[in-house]
């Protein structure tokens, strides 16, 4: 009898149970217990916490398995490898750029080059409808998630204040000490300090002292282009690294196109493609107990649409009609400053200092929820294409302006969007990639309530850094972030997927990452999206003892 199997009776017409060992030598036609589309934020949980747990498990990724010392360089142009470039075709009033740093392609996902703001969302989050009348209310609550909140912080190493003024009191204190402030930091802390605003360090994923085989930050400040050194806590130098110690294997370069289902209608692998050295493309198959979809959220609805069949004609776990549908972004409009002296926003990492003041619904505001306000850093190269595209300089006005690069500060903000079913994810009908496979479309407008979130941020932007003393300032409209189309919920009619991130229609499918998200909160979502990777890995492992995959 397998250990996550029952005892007794007759097995006749029964799962077989779940395998466990370590270190099986695995070929495409294995069958392994789980399988997990996608070793980003979530999916590196999920491979790390169930091998961990003993399954064999197979993590596909469609991009490279990265080695930071020789595939890191400090060459901005040439690390824009490590986003996903891939053909996409965006639209709505507010199309969303999809072709910079907002999806990463390879192992580790976007924590590869993200800025490293490790929050959580608050309480007040997970009711917005109860509280404030907008939105729904998420089928899991804070005290769901808090555990793993601290679990994944205490993996990570995450630095950060001793004390969090904003939300309810934290029950432990952040793992390791906050970095000190850098030169935007200072700017930041001086004019929140002006007008009476709450201002902190920021809490990120970049270690402050030494964990295990990784040093600490050495202040290089690039942060968004890989970390040479392996102080920045991406998934893959922590969560995918000890997931193949433990047993785990981590296929790269391999572009899933189909959930695979059986006569029941159960999950029973996926199909993908991969291209070998010499250009030659290669389809292959991974059976598997389970079938975890990580793969964010654009194609994880892309995938579930593409999985499409004559039992569902309108795509996997699409009951309710709601795969591709409510996706969200933060507003993130940067404000830029000049000062006077040097401030260096390159050294040091980027994200430094925050405040979450306005993080609430206000009475006193014509909009409800709200958003933060973080310190950015970025290179040269990408501040002078920030500053050609906003200011409409070339050449020479523009080598002039960049003499001064140093003397600049900027602040972003992270604005909460309400999800709309009208802003989402759909296959194109005509445009393909270069696997031959249905491109996303992706739409986004902007409701009312977003914009004027937008408008009051960057006010308030502006006013911190002329409290602190800059000479002129402008502004660069900008988004972040992907939350939605594949939301999780309590009824079967107006979600994809239960709080365990099971699907409501398709048995031994799992969504789990960013696309199950029901609001977007004023929060970087990464540290959120790795607790709920976190917690849906705990009770798959429960639901296998059970044998009630």
């Given at each position: 009898?397998?250990?996550l199997?029952?005892?007794?009776g007759?097995q006749?017409?029964r799962?077989?149970?779940?395998?466990?060992?370590r270190?099986?030598?695995l070929t495409?036609?294995?069958?392994?217990?789980?399988?997990?589309?996608?070793?980003?934020?979530a999916?590196?949980?999920?491979v790390?916490k169930?091998t961990d747990?003993?399954?064999?498990?197979v993590?596909?990724d469609?991009?490279p398995h990265?080695?930071?010392?020789?595939?890191?360089l400090?060459d901005?142009?040439a690390?824009?490898?490590?986003?996903?470039?891939?053909?996409?075709?965006?639209?709505?009033?507010?199309?969303?750029?999809l072709a910079?740093n907002?999806?990463?392609k390879?192992?580790?996902?976007?924590?590869?080059?993200?800025?490293?703001?490790a929050?959580r969302?608050?309480?007040?989050?997970?009711?917005?409808?109860?509280?404030?009348?907008?939105?729904?209310?998420?089928?899991l609550?804070?005290?769901d998630l808090?555990?793993?909140?601290?679990?994944v912080?205490?993996?990570?190493g995450?630095a950060g204040?001793v004390?969090?003024?904003?939300?309810?009191?934290?029950?432990?204190?952040y793992?390791y000490r906050?970095?000190?402030?850098?030169?935007?930091?200072?700017v930041?802390?001086?004019?929140?300090?002006?007008?009476?605003?709450?201002?902190r360090?920021?809490?990120i994923a970049?270690?402050?002292a030494p964990?295990g085989?990784r040093p600490?930050?050495?202040?290089r400040?690039?942060?968004l282009?890989?970390?040479?050194?392996?102080?920045?806590s991406?998934?893959?130098?922590?969560?995918?690294k000890e997931?193949?110690?433990?047993?785990a294997e981590?296929?790269?370069?391999?572009?899933?196109?189909?959930?695979?289902?059986?006569?029941?209608g159960?999950?029973?692998?996926?199909?993908?493609?991969?291209?070998s050295a010499?250009g030659t493309?290669?389809?292959e198959?991974?059976?598997?107990?389970v079938?975890?979809?990580?793969?964010?959220?654009?194609e994880?609805?892309?995938l579930?649409?593409?999985s499409?069949?004559?039992?569902?004609?309108?795509?996997?776990a699409?009951s309710?009609?709601?795969?591709g549908?409510?996706l969200?972004?933060h507003?993130?409009?940067?404000?830029?400053?000049?000062?006077p002296?040097p401030?260096?926003?390159?050294?040091?990492?980027?994200?430094?200092t925050?405040t979450?003041?306005?993080?609430?619904t206000n009475?006193?505001?014509?909009f409800?929820?709200?958003?933060?306000?973080?310190?950015?850093?970025p290179?040269?190269?990408?501040?002078?294409?920030l500053?050609?595209s906003?200011?409409?300089?070339?050449?020479?006005?523009?080598r002039?302006?960049?003499?001064?690069?140093?003397?600049?500060?900027?602040?972003?903000l992270?604005?909460?969007?309400?999800?709309q079913?009208?802003n989402?994810?759909r296959?194109?009908r005509d445009?393909?990639?270069t696997f031959?496979l249905?491109i996303?479309?992706?739409?986004?407008?902007?409701?009312e309530n977003?914009r004027?979130?937008?408008?009051?941020?960057?006010?308030?932007?502006?006013?911190?850094?002329?409290?602190?003393?800059?000479q002129?300032?402008?502004?660069?409209?900008d988004?972040?972030?992907?939350?939605?189309?594949?939301?999780?919920g309590?009824d079967p009619?107006?979600?994809v997927?239960?709080r365990n991130?099971?699907?409501?229609d398709?048995?031994?499918?799992?969504?789990?990452d960013?696309?199950?998200f029901?609001?977007?909160?004023?929060?970087?979502?990464?540290l959120?999206?790795q607790a709920?990777a976190?917690?849906?890995?705990?009770?798959?492992?429960?639901?296998?003892r059970?044998?009630q995959?």
């Amino acid at each position: 009898m397998g250990v996550l199997g029952r005892a007794g009776g007759d097995q006749r017409g029964r799962r077989e149970p779940l395998r466990l060992g370590r270190g099986h030598p695995l070929t495409t036609h294995d069958e392994v217990d789980a399988v997990v589309v996608g070793v980003g934020a979530a999916g590196a949980v999920l491979v790390r916490k169930l091998t961990d747990a003993g399954w064999r498990v197979v993590g596909l990724d469609a991009g490279p398995h990265w080695d930071p010392q020789t595939d890191f360089l400090s060459d901005e142009r040439a690390m824009s490898k490590l986003f996903w470039r891939d053909r996409r075709v965006t639209g709505g009033e507010d199309p969303i750029e999809l072709a910079g740093n907002v999806t990463g392609k390879g192992v580790g996902g976007s924590t590869v080059h993200y800025s490293m703001y490790a929050l959580r969302l608050h309480r007040s989050d997970f009711q917005t409808h109860t509280r404030d009348g907008v939105g729904s209310d998420w089928p899991l609550s804070y005290d769901d998630l808090e555990p793993y909140y601290d679990e994944v912080e205490h993996e990570l190493g995450i630095a950060g204040p001793v004390d969090w003024p904003w939300d309810a009191p934290r029950r432990h204190r952040y793992p390791y000490r906050p970095h000190q402030l850098n030169g935007v930091g200072e700017v930041m802390a001086r004019g929140c300090d002006a007008l009476g605003i709450t201002w902190r360090p920021g809490a990120i994923a970049t270690l402050s002292a030494p964990k295990g085989d990784r040093p600490p930050c050495v202040y290089r400040g690039w942060c968004l282009s890989g970390c040479t050194t392996n102080a920045k806590s991406s998934t893959l130098v922590t969560y995918a690294k000890e997931a193949v110690r433990a047993g785990a294997e981590i296929r790269p370069d391999c572009m899933v196109h189909r959930v695979d289902t059986d006569a029941t209608g159960r999950a029973i692998g996926v199909t993908y493609v991969r291209r070998s050295a010499d250009g030659t493309v290669h389809e292959e198959q991974q059976r598997a107990r389970v079938v975890i979809v990580s793969a964010y959220s654009i194609e994880t609805p892309r995938l579930l649409l593409m999985s499409a069949s004559s039992g569902h004609p309108d795509g996997l776990a699409n009951s309710s009609g709601l795969v591709g549908k409510g996706l969200m972004i933060h507003g993130s409009d940067v404000v830029f400053g000049r000062f006077p002296e040097p401030v260096s926003q390159f050294k040091a990492p980027p994200p430094n200092t925050i405040t979450q003041d306005f993080y609430e619904t206000n009475s006193a505001h014509d909009f409800v929820r709200g958003y933060s306000i973080e310190t950015v850093g970025p290179l040269p190269g990408k501040f002078a294409q920030l500053a050609a595209s906003t200011l409409g300089l070339w050449g020479e006005s523009l080598r002039e302006f960049m003499y001064d690069y140093s003397h600049y500060a900027g602040l972003g903000l992270v604005g909460e969007t309400q999800a709309q079913d009208s802003n989402g994810v759909r296959l194109s009908r005509d445009e393909t990639d270069t696997f031959g496979l249905p491109i996303p479309v992706v739409t986004f407008s902007y409701a009312e309530n977003d914009r004027r979130i937008l408008e009051a941020g960057t006010d308030t932007q502006r006013r911190i850094l002329e409290a602190a003393g800059a000479q002129t300032t402008f502004r660069v409209s900008d988004t972040a972030h992907l939350m939605g189309a594949c939301r999780m919920g309590d009824d079967p009619a107006t979600s994809v997927v239960d709080r365990n991130c099971r699907t409501w229609d398709v048995p031994g499918l799992y969504v789990c990452d960013g696309s199950v998200f029901v609001t977007s909160g004023a929060s970087n979502p990464s540290l959120t999206i790795q607790a709920i990777a976190a917690r849906t890995a705990d009770q798959l492992i429960a639901a296998g003892r059970r044998d009630q995959l």
